[in-house]
Every structure is written in C-alpha cells, then in structure tokens.
C-alpha cells in the first residue's frame, strides 16, 4: 500500500543539538515531497518543498532536507536547534498517481529543552 | 488577508447534533481539501475537492459530506456527531496545475468537541 512514514514519533533534544527526521515513502512515479511543520496551537505551516533538480533543499528557519531516490526517503536536517523549534513535524507526498491526493505522515513531536 | 480561513475556531456539540464547518480561500486555488487531525496529530485526508471531482476517502463515514457552493468555498457538514468525531478539522487548499508540484495550504483549524 502506498503511504509515508515518519519513524521518531518524539524526539526529545537539547538546544544546540543536531536534528534528523526521518521520512520514508512508498509511492511510485514522479513524487513531490514537503516538510510542514505545526507550531503548538496553530496550523501548519510549509517548511520546505522538493519538486525536481538539487536532491539538497533548503527551507526556512535553517532546515534542510535530502531527496534520496533510491531510497525513498526525503530526512529533515538541522544542524543545531533553538527552544523555538519545539513543534509537530510533517512529511507530506503528492504523487501525480494519486490524483489531486496529499498524503501525510504521523508526525514527529520535536521538544528542545533549553 | 488570511489565505485559507476556516469558522468557526472552536465548536462543542452534543452528540446527535448536526453541524458545519466553513472554510473559505483566497488564493484562486481549484482544489480543496478536508483533513482530520486525531488527538495524536495524526492527519488523515477525508476529502478533496476541486471542479472536476471529489475524491472521498472510503474510511470517511457517510455522515460526513462536503459542500461546494464555489472555488473558493469547500464547507464541511458532519450529521449525528459522535464522540469519535472529536478531533481538529483542517481545511486546505492548492492550486492543481495537472502536475503535483504544488504545496498545499492550511487553514487554523476548527477544534470539534463532541460531548
């Protein structure tokens, strides 16, 4: 079946500290893959995006993440965390084979601990 | 301007009830969507939406339905509200250029308290 999955469910890091959040997807064909992140009590808010070219995105806020074909994954990278970044993150998937569809993970729960 | 706005923000009901939730853009996108965001945060698409057809995800019970008046407008009217109905409510929206390359875009969600 196709679907996306996010393997930390809670990740619990010191400021300062290095984060990767890893995301995996089992859809076919051309695939456009998004981090959205939802800060406590609000909506969410698109982090970065990869459509096509550089595999290395940047986004807002420092983060970045890394389109590796073969292995269907599309991780989130942040070198060193602030408090702020404490929230839920999403990978997300629109596939041209699903339609108008757009898939998300379970969500990873970040907290920095100052 | 907010870009994708849902009404209400909060709603508490009692079983039984029928509501709605309104969900309006104004960013000229053609595709709407509905997601159902679980005490988990786990978000779940129920349906999406755009000029040429709904796609409802089967898992979504038929007391659920959605309604079109125009592009901008995708409204929610959930009938018989159960317990398990209890959830945030997500509307979104995107613009479908026949590709997928596209983000989509979040309302601030409306909190249903089904009590």
């Known amino acids: 079946a196709q679907s996306v999955s996010q393997h930390n469910h809670h990740v619990i890091l010191s400021e300062a500290a290095s984060l990767e959040l890893g995301c995996n997807y089992s859809?076919?064909?051309?695939?456009?893959l998004f981090w959205y992140v939802q800060y406590p009590g609000q909506h969410l808010q698109l982090l970065l995006k990869?459509?096509?070219?550089?595999?290395l995105v940047k986004g807002i806020k420092g983060f970045e993440a890394e389109f590796i074909k073969s292995k269907f994954s599309f991780n989130l990278r942040k070198p060193s965390v602030q408090w702020s970044d404490t929230a839920e993150y999403f990978c997300?998937?629109?596939?041209?084979?699903?339609?108008?569809?757009?898939?998300f993970g379970t969500g990873t729960s970040l907290t920095v601990i100052p | 301007d907010t870009a994708v706005s849902q009404t209400p923000k909060y709603l508490v009901t009692q079983m039984g009830n029928d509501k709605s939730i309104k969900c309006e853009q104004n960013?000229?996108?053609?595709?709407m969507y509905w997601y159902k965001q679980d005490s988990k945060k786990f978000l779940k698409i129920m349906f999406s939406?755009?000029?040429?057809?709904?796609?409802i995800n089967e898992t979504v019970p038929n007391r659920f339905s959605p309604k079109s008046p125009d592009k901008a407008h995708l409204n929610l009217h959930i009938n018989s509200l159960e317990l398990g109905d209890s959830a945030v409510y997500f509307c979104?929206?995107?613009?479908?250029?026949?590709?997928?390359?596209?983000?989509?875009?979040f309302g601030q969600g409306t909190r249903l308290t089904v009590v």
């Open positions: 979104a929206s995107r613009q479908d250029r026949g590709t997928s390359d596209t983000e989509a875009f």
């Open positions: 859809y076919g064909g051309t695939v456009n």
């Open positions: 990869y459509f096509s070219g550089d595999p």
């Open positions: 997300a998937v629109n596939a041209l084979n699903t339609g108008n569809q757009f898939y």
């Open positions: 960013l000229g996108h053609d595709t």
């Open positions: 939406y755009n000029n040429k057809e709904l796609i």
